[in-house]
């Protein structure tokens, strides 16, 4: 039951690990750029063996970043219950939508074949591989880092008069918010649960019982997240932050070769994911 109030140390995207390791080393736009053509790749890999190779591909990147695989791992806990029940919605509701292949159960309109259980498979394999990319990402990168990186790949955008900072700052923001949310939500459940409210007393397959269980914080986070938001606002205009003007940068940062080796090496990776016939 302890486990159950242990969030923050479930939530991984947000996080920064400081190891040191080659992948932290390299430019966070190299990074991100990677982040992004991985991602896109594996959003339009069809197959077993191409998601099971992405899936290595995140091992080896947690690896490459001397952060433990079960650290990892615990990033996918809290998103169990969701991949289930996508799982189940796809494999009752859309085995109508392709043709072809193996019929194992055809019942009114559930459609069970081979294809539909690959739809399942390898859509539960990609939020995974995200989950673990979206991880490595955060894990070997500050929010400093990422905020100049969005910036600075987005900067191009400024001749049309896009909101180039804006957008980045506030995607930052997001990201720095989900550990710290996780936190508060963590120390909420404790206090609900010295009160008399029931948390993770119920089996982890019981997902409707255990949605029913979270409602009693939910307006209480919703409080906290405006409370925080206000805050900030606050803490910005006492910087005296106005949005839309023109803004110099402390950290300048230059690719290295190793940079660009690494870039390719993504790229062509991601070119294998999309391009190659993979037999199964």
Same mark, same amino acid.
């Given at each position: ?21 080659? !992948? ?5 736009? =190299? *990074?991100?750029?990677?982040?992004? @053509?991985? $991602? +896109? /790749? ?15 591909l995140s091992f080896y ?7 433990? !695989? ?5 990033? =996918? *806990?809290?998103?169990?219950?969701? @991949?289930? $029940? +996508? /799982? ?33 498979? =390898? ?20 929010i400093t880092e990422l ?111 190793k940079d660009y080796f ?19």
């Open positions: 039951m302890s486990s159950e109030f242990e969030l923050s140390r479930n939530i991984t995207i947000g996080q920064y690990v400081p190891t040191g390791s080659f !992948i932290h080393r390299l430019d966070p736009r =190299v *990074k991100l750029l990677s982040f992004v @053509i991985l $991602v +896109l /790749a594996i959003a339009f890999n069809t197959s077993y063996f191409g998601n099971s190779i992405g899936l290595l990147l947690f690896w490459a970043s001397r952060i433990p !695989i079960s650290y990892g791992l615990s990033g =996918v *806990k809290p998103a169990i219950p969701f @991949i289930i $029940v +996508l /799982a189940v919605l796809q494999l009752l509701f859309q085995g109508q939508l392709f043709s072809g292949g193996t019929v194992y159960f055809h019942s009114g309109f559930v459609l069970i074949t081979s294809e539909s259980i690959r739809l399942v498979v =390898v859509s539960a394999v990609r939020f995974v591989e995200i989950i673990f990319l979206s991880s490595v990402l955060t894990l070997s990168s500050s905020t100049h990186a969005i910036q600075s790949l987005l900067s191009p955008l400024k001749k049309i008069h896009f909101p180039v900072h804006e957008i980045s700052l506030i995607t930052t923001i997001s990201i720095r918010f989900v550990p710290t949310f996780a936190m508060e939500m963590e120390k909420m459940m404790k206090a609900q649960a010295s009160r008399g409210a029931d948390f993770g007393s119920g089996s982890w397959w019981r997902i409707v019982q255990r949605t029913k269980d979270m409602f009693p914080i939910i307006i209480p986070l919703f409080n906290i997240a405006l409370s925080r938001a206000e805050d900030l606002i606050l803490a910005m205009e006492s910087r005296c932050y106005t949005p839309g003007n023109d803004r110099s940068t402390f950290s300048v940062y230059k690719a290295l070769p690494a870039l390719l090496i993504g790229l062509l990776f991601s070119i294998l994911l999309l391009f190659y016939p993979f037999p199964y």
